[in-house]
């Protein structure tokens, strides 16, 4: 069986040479590259490409695409600082769900990176360590305190997973959420008229459009206080 490499944290990093790009600027542009166009633009020749750097120099740096992309994680999970912690459990995980939905938002290609292995870069095990320390102030069960963290950290990239599914639609078909709401209206209309769907037209008839920002405000207050009824204390 081949060994697998050494981890990118724990080899050194080569010195750029003179007027060279270092792995920074090549983490930047990667990032970049797939916040505009997604992750599977990203490639060792593009991003060396487009800092005007030959690919054998990025591989001076970086092993290869996998490695550049566990740089790219660590390095958007450290754009924003950790929250302050206040000591209650509730407000302390809000942050940590926030500032989550903040990162993914920013960088639509994410979120598919974090539900696989954790990162284990240093910005990645600061946000845990930080997360922790909130789930513990409501359970010592160190067990119970990384369920907990689950349990949220999965309605987080469901709920952005939603906001950015709409998003990907606009982008797709050119119409805006109001314009297909327009162009669907008279089949919503026979079908409400039908009265088979009585919930249906209740919905579309009398429900609120609310803003994605207090959708996800009340979804996440439904998980602390299911995380509070469960484990508190």
Same mark, same amino acid.
């Given at each position: 069986?081949t060994?697998p490499?050494? *981890?990118?944290?724990t080899?050194?990093?080569?010195e750029?040479?003179? &007027?060279?790009?270092? #792995?920074?600027q090549? %983490?930047? @542009? /990667?990032l970049?590259?797939?916040?505009?166009e997604g992750?599977?633009?990203?490639s060792?020749?593009?991003v060396?490409?487009d800092?005007? *750097?030959?690919?054998a120099?990025l591989?001076r740096?970086?092993t290869? &695409?996998?490695?550049? #992309?566990e740089?790219? %994680?660590? @390095? /958007?999970?450290?754009?924003?600082p950790?929250p302050e912690p206040?000591?209650?459990?509730?407000t302390?995980?809000a942050?940590?769900?926030?500032?989550?939905?903040?990162?993914?938002?920013?960088?639509p290609?994410?979120a598919g990176e974090?539900?696989?292995?954790?990162s284990?870069?240093p910005?990645?095990?600061r946000?845990?360590?930080?997360?922790?320390?909130?789930?513990?102030?409501?359970?010592?069960?160190i067990t119970?305190a990384s369920q907990a963290?689950g349990?949220?950290?999965?309605?987080?990239?469901?709920s952005?997973?939603?906001?950015?599914?709409a998003?990907?639609?606009?982008?797709r078909?050119?119409?805006?959420?109001?314009?297909?709401?327009?162009?669907v209206?008279p089949?919503?209309?026979?079908v409400?008229?039908g009265?088979?769907?009585?919930?249906l037209?209740r919905?579309?008839?009398?429900?609120?459009?609310?803003?994605?920002?207090?959708?996800?405000?009340?979804?996440?207050?439904c998980v602390l206080?299911?995380l509070?009824?469960?484990l508190?204390r």
């Amino acid at each position: 069986m081949t060994e697998p490499a050494p *981890s990118v944290w724990t080899r050194p990093r080569p010195e750029p040479r003179r &007027r060279a790009p270092g #792995v920074d600027q090549y %983490v930047a @542009a /990667a990032l970049a590259i797939a916040d505009a166009e997604g992750l599977a633009a990203v490639s060792m020749r593009r991003v060396a490409g487009d800092l005007g *750097s030959g690919t054998a120099t990025l591989y001076r740096y970086i092993t290869n &695409r996998d490695e550049l #992309v566990e740089l790219m %994680v660590d @390095a /958007a999970q450290g754009e924003d600082p950790l929250p302050e912690p206040t000591g209650d459990w509730r407000t302390d995980l809000a942050a940590v769900a926030h500032a989550l939905r903040a990162t993914l938002l920013r960088h639509p290609w994410l979120a598919g990176e974090l539900a696989g292995r954790p990162s284990l870069g240093p910005n990645s095990l600061r946000r845990s360590e930080s997360a922790l320390r909130a789930a513990v102030a409501l359970t010592p069960d160190i067990t119970l305190a990384s369920q907990a963290l689950g349990a949220m950290h999965a309605y987080v990239l469901g709920s952005v997973a939603t906001q950015q599914a709409a998003r990907r639609a606009e982008q797709r078909t050119g119409l805006t959420k109001e314009q297909w709401q327009r162009s669907v209206g008279p089949y919503i209309s026979e079908v409400i008229a039908g009265g088979e769907h009585p919930m249906l037209a209740r919905r579309v008839l009398e429900a609120e459009e609310l803003d994605p920002d207090v959708e996800f405000a009340f979804g996440l207050d439904c998980v602390l206080d299911g995380l509070a009824a469960r484990l508190g204390r």
